[in-house]
T-cell receptor, first 114, second 110 residues
Framework: SAVISQKPSRDICQRGTSLTIQCQVD?????MFWYRQQPGQSLTLIAT?????????ESGFVIDKFPISRPNLTFSTLTVSNMSPEDSSIYLC???????????FGPGTRLTVT | GIQVEQSPPDLILQEGANSTLRCNFS?????LQWFHQNPWGQLINLFY???GTKQNGRLSATTVATERYSLLYISSSQTTDSGVYFC????????????FGKGTKLTVNP
């Protein structure tokens, strides 16, 4: 397993602004994942972030709205840009530390957009 | 992509009761996982179980990969077991994209 931290844990933002969420892991990992969980819903993968390359986005998610950085093997950021109330969700990062596809999740960032 | 179906969607138990949660997959999967999301939103790993049976205390899980389903058993349930249980899997031969079911919301009453 891994120790994964996220900042901030929660935030309330006004529409039209942007928020950058940080994800820090206590060990080096090749792949990091970002998920969104809308209220009362399941988790949906936003993108996969590999160090040193562009993030790979899932259908329905675009880089202009959710830019991702992956500057090293222990850190990643997800920005939620030009926010609207529909962006109110929990955003979670995850990692696969053992390289066998078993993912561990950070505590999540609970975002409310007013 | 694969479809993941969980049943039942909601379950209410009295403390001490046993329960079985089911997860069906539309296609063969690797890396089947069960998670518990507590009321604070934290997603806790319960089992990594691509096939076979595993047990951890009052919880156990069985995956029958050839028949594309997995079961999570909770025995002697406690109020702290309340929350949402998710199963998730990765398509064979695909990326490491983890596809989640919609979850089973479990409420254990004292």
């Amino acid at each position: 397993s891994a120790v994964i931290s996220q900042k901030p844990s929660r935030d309330i933002c006004q529409r039209g602004t942007s928020l950058t969420i940080q994800c820090q892991v206590d060990s080096q990992v090749t792949m990091m994942f970002w998920y969104r969980q809308q209220p009362g819903q399941s988790l949906t993968l936003i993108a996969t972030a590999n160090q040193g390359s562009e993030a790979t986005y899932e259908s329905g998610f675009v880089i202009d709205k959710f830019p991702i950085s992956r500057p090293n093997l222990t850190f990643s950021t997800l920005t939620v840009s030009n926010m609207s109330p529909e962006d109110s969700s929990i955003y979670l990062c995850s990692v696969d530390t053992a390289g066998r596809g078993e993912q561990y999740f950070g505590p999540g960032t609970r975002l409310t957009v007013t | 992509g694969i479809q993941v179906e969980q049943s039942p969607p909601d379950l209410i138990l009295q403390e001490g009761a046993n329960s079985t949660l089911r997860c069906n997959f539309s296609d063969s999967v690797n890396n089947l996982q069960w998670f518990h999301q507590n009321p604070w939103g934290q997603l806790i790993n319960l089992f990594y179980i691509p096939s076979g049976t595993k047990q951890n205390g009052r919880l156990s899980a069985t995956t029958v990969a050839t028949e594309r389903y997995s079961l999570l058993y909770i025995s002697s349930s406690q109020t702290t077991d309340s929350g949402v249980y998710f199963c998730a899997g990765v398509t064979q031969g695909g990326s490491e994209k983890l596809v989640f079911g919609k979850g089973t919301k479990l409420t254990v009453n004292p």
